[in-house]
């Protein structure tokens, strides 16, 4: 499972947007996933040059309709 880290930057000061996939030590289930965003969120966000989304990789396909998204 990853987390996938957004940084839209800024392009009115050329700044672009950027992504990292960032590997999930354990599966949807567990009852941290919301630390673990919150977490890496607040990591990424001292480096970040714009606003951050953080999305689960299960949360992305199933918003575009993939519902039988399976764990690698």
Known sequence: MKLI???YGDSSVGIS???WNVDV???KEDENLE???????N???EFAEGRLS????????KER???E????
């Open 5 to 7: 880290v957004t940084d």
């Open 17 to 19: 947007p950027q992504s």
């Open 25 to 27: 030590p354990f599966n």
């Open 35 to 41: 630390y673990f965003r919150t977490s890496i969120l």
């Open 43 to 45: 990591l990424y966000g």
């Open 54 to 61: 953080a999305v689960y990789d299960f949360e992305f396909f």
């Open 65 to 67: 309709g993939y519902y």
């Open 69 to 72: 998204w399976k764990d690698n």
